[in-house]
């Protein structure tokens, strides 16, 4: 089973078994999720924690190192929140306690079998994802998904938390409907706003459009002609109706 989603889930593993870790993550590769790495310690998970985007770690409870897998999840969620699967083989009493506190998506018992696994990952990212549908307070007035802003950074909501981004990252936006897909480098997120909103709410004189479906940041441009706007690998369509605007941001020399 392969996702069909825009961007594959990013799953951080922590395990100390090197073959359990490898079944692991040849399985959740072959079920179409991205696994960003394997630490065998606690704080191999933070480094990797902190420097790339999860959207789901798998732990197991007992692993080498100061910290053990339920201390661990301690320090990844103090980052950032992040849903969790417990992988042991340990059932006292003493340890379940200490790893309800962190609130588990799943326990899945060693050695676990991969219809568990898939179960258990797919339950996780769903209420994650339940748990993501934005509250009154995180809506503006008019009913609309927040999209906050300090200084030059953006913080959107993926899966159920905000995510930093950096504007001048931002290549281009692409509408599909209601939503709208803003595209970075690395990343691509989907808002559920419309293109107009985003460019009501983003007042940047960097950011145009191009078209009634595109909008870009100008800064990201490498060629045109008068027809197309190329960024990185994308040809961009310029519509007849936007092009005085887009070449009115330019300076002649």
């Known amino acids: 089973m392969t996702m069909n989603v825009p961007e594959r889930m990013h799953i951080l593993i922590v395990e100390d078994e090197p073959i359990l870790a490898m079944d692991l993550s040849d399985?959740?590769?072959?079920?179409?999720y991205c696994v960003i790495g394997v630490a065998n310690n606690g704080r191999k998970a933070l480094e990797l924690f902190q420097s790339q985007p999860v959207d789901l770690v798998i732990?197991?409870?007992?692993?080498?190192?100061?910290?053990?897998g339920i201390e661990t999840i301690?320090?990844?969620?103090?980052?950032?929140?992040v849903p969790v699967v417990y992988l042991t083989a340990l059932n006292d009493r003493d340890t379940l306690e200490r790893a309800k506190q962190t609130y588990p998506a799943a326990f899945l018992t060693k050695p676990c079998?991969?219809?568990?696994l898939r179960t258990a990952v797919e339950l996780a990212i769903h209420n994650a994802t339940l748990r993501a549908t934005p509250t009154p307070a995180e809506r503006d007035g008019g009913g609309r998904e927040a999209l906050l802003q300090i200084n030059n950074y953006f913080?959107?909501?993926q899966n159920y938390q905000f995510v930093r981004f950096d504007m001048n990252?931002?290549?281009y936006l692409e509408a599909d409907n209601t939503h709208t897909k803003l595209v970075t480098a690395t990343r691509k997120y989907i808002l559920r706003l419309t293109l107009s909103n985003i460019l009501e709410r983003i007042s940047q004189p960097w950011l145009v459009r191009i078209h009634r479906s595109y909008a870009i940041n100008i800064n990201s441009v490498e060629s045109f002609n008068d027809v197309e706007v190329s960024i990185g690998q994308q040809l961009l369509p310029l519509?007849?109706?936007c092009k005085d605007d887009f070449m009115r941001r330019f300076s002649y020399r």
Do not use: H, M, V
């Open 27 to 32: 399985s959740l590769e072959a079920e179409g």
């Open 59 to 68: 732990c197991d409870i007992r692993i080498k190192g100061d910290w053990d």
């Open 74 to 81: 301690r320090q990844l969620t103090a980052e950032r929140p």
């Open 113 to 116: 079998q991969l219809p568990s």
């Open 155 to 157: 913080y959107i909501k």
């Open 169 to 171: 990252d931002l290549l």
């Open 239 to 241: 519509s007849r109706s």
